[in-house]
């Protein structure tokens, strides 16, 4: 899909889900985010994603997609979507470009929200929640799992997942190390919508939470198992 396409398709779903839902974005108050360990990013409004992992490393760009998610749910999901998985009444942001490009359209309709006939359809954020929250929610959305690369590796994750519960309670025959190595291929195969490199998948976020105690199983565990939820 070209550039020019993308941004006629978002904006043609944009208007088409005005005319027969209005959203109820416009009621609710804005919830702060907080960034706490991010790097700053200064007042002057950057027109591309500064948290990206090639830029700010892999530990920096994890906590952007923690706190990304956080805002996110607080302030996005209502009308785009839990995981950002769109229902059609808003455009599904998964599919805009991860790079500059896609970083200036998000941002745009960030800073200034989006009103039609004088109703507010999206909030202006911009002033609300900073720069730093804009980003890291953009961090986030673009890192989402593609649904088919999903799809593909669904049945054996759900293996995986009952496996690694059986360790919540006894952890002693588990291999840790063949576990996480096996969770970590499967996420580098993992696409995504946007075009980013990495996605932050089901199968990544579980191989990063174990370290071999009965606790760690348990939340992989659950962690995979509303990873393939939403998937589904």
């Keep these: 899909m070209t550039k020019k396409t993308l941004t006629s398709t978002l904006v043609a779903l944009a208007m088409t889900a005005s005319a027969t839902f209005v959203f109820a974005h416009g009621d609710v108050a804005p919830q702060a985010v907080d960034t706490t ?10 027109t591309e994603n500064p948290y990206r ?5 892999e530990d920096v760009w994890a906590l ?12 996005c999901a209502r009308c785009h979507g839990l995981e950002v998985i769109s229902g059609g009444l808003a455009p599904d942001l998964r599919y805009l470009e991860a790079e500059e490009y896609g970083d200036e359209w998000y941002m745009e309709r960030f800073i200034s929200g989006y009103t039609q ?4 359809k999206m909030p202006a954020f911009g002033e609300l929640l900073g720069q730093d929250a804009a980003w890291a929610i953009r961090t986030y959305i673009e890192t989402r799992p593609d ?3 999903m799809e593909q590796v669904a049945e054996e994750l759900k293996g995986m ?9 006894d952890p002693s025959g588990a291999d840790a190390d063949a576990i996480k190595s096996r969770l970590t291929e499967i996420a580098l195969g993992i696409e995504t919508p946007s075009g980013a490199p990495v996605a932050d998948s089901a199968a990544s976020r579980a191989a990063k939470l174990i370290d071999g105690t009965a606790d760690s199983y348990a939340r992989a ?4 198992t509303i990873g393939l939820s ?3």
């Design 230 to 232: 939403a998937a589904n």
């Design 161 to 169: 997942r009952d496996e690694i519960a059986t360790y919540a309670t």
């Design 64 to 75: 952007a997609i923690t706190i990304g998610a956080s805002g996110y749910n607080q302030n």
């Design 221 to 224: 565990a659950e962690a995979l």
């Design 147 to 149: 649904d088919y690369s």
């Design 37 to 46: 360990g991010l790097p700053e990013t200064g007042e002057e409004w950057l």
């Design 53 to 57: 992992a090639e830029i700010v490393g």
């Design 117 to 120: 006939n004088g109703i507010t």
